[in-house]
């Protein structure tokens, strides 16, 4: 629903605003000063390593903790966002598509969505790191402990969410309130998925950049619709698998045929 008086907008506005600054506004902006900082190091961009994933404790207990504690707390602006989005007495869930309505074809399109943004991404990875543009990324420095792979599924699962819901779902539906059109809707999105990638390098910049126009894209599109409405489900599934793949599989993946990758 469209709003058109001066008051309502701002209200939005603000709203966007503050739904950002604790989730992924704020991510960029500290990724934003991240690869300042970077940039301005002296040492070269190739050179420099960024860590997903890291231990927070030597005592396995404690780590579980943090871990846990931290995946708990960063899905609460999703809470939020999707909070809001109920206002007026509307089913946020139902309305992104967030929901069982169609499980076979969301995980067919999901699947398909991270196999045509996973394989190139492999290769633009490896493109960025020999140009020079893109850090070596470590997907996992958890100590080896039995709750290593479980608590790496469920951060897959947290950036899935997180970034899906906030970055397409309830920005699409907040600035379409706005009224924005799609093309302009899908480069915010876009420029913001890649902004809070950049302490990455430019590289994963212009990377997540492309995948955030063929993910808000097909959110968009009436050709994925259900209903009528759009579909959220298949963009959280690709998004976790990418995750996993890339968390899991650099967890168990030899030191040797890391370093052999360039991704020691």
Do not use: C
């Amino acid at each position: 629903m469209r709003v058109s008086t001066v008051e309502s907008r701002r209200r939005i506005g603000a709203e966007i605003w503050i739904v950002l600054g604790l989730s992924l506004g704020k991510a960029a902006i500290y990724a934003i000063v991240n690869i300042t900082a970077r940039l301005t190091d002296g040492t070269p961009l190739a050179e420099q390593t960024a860590t997903l994933n890291a231990s927070q404790s030597e005592r396995a207990w404690l780590d579980l903790t943090y871990q846990l504690l931290g995946i708990g707390f960063g899905l609460v602006p999703v809470a939020l966002a999707l909070y809001l989005l109920s206002a007026r007495g509307r089913d946020a869930l139902a309305r992104i598509g967030l929901d069982r309505a169609r499980p076979g074809r969301d995980l067919v399109w999901g699947v398909g969505l991270a196999a045509l943004i996973g394989i190139p991404g492999l290769a633009f990875y490896g493109l960025g790191r020999v140009l020079g543009i893109t850090v070596e990324v470590q997907a996992s420095a958890l100590n080896e402990h039995w709750w290593t792979v479980p608590v790496l599924l469920l951060a897959a699962l947290y950036n899935g969410l997180l970034e899906e819901i906030i970055a397409v779902a309830y920005l699409y539906e907040r600035t379409h309130d706005l009224g924005w059109g799609r093309v302009r809707f899908i480069v915010a999105s876009s420029l913001l998925r890649g902004s809070y990638h950049l302490y990455q390098g430019i590289g994963p910049f212009l990377g997540n950049v492309v995948m955030g126009v063929v993910f808000s894209w097909f959110y968009t599109s009436p050709r994925f619709q259900h209903g009528g409405r759009h579909r959220i489900v298949p963009l959280v599934v690709a998004h976790t698998l990418l995750d996993v793949v890339a968390f899991v599989g650099y967890a168990l993946v030899p030191a040797e045929w890391r370093a052999a990758l360039g991704a020691a």
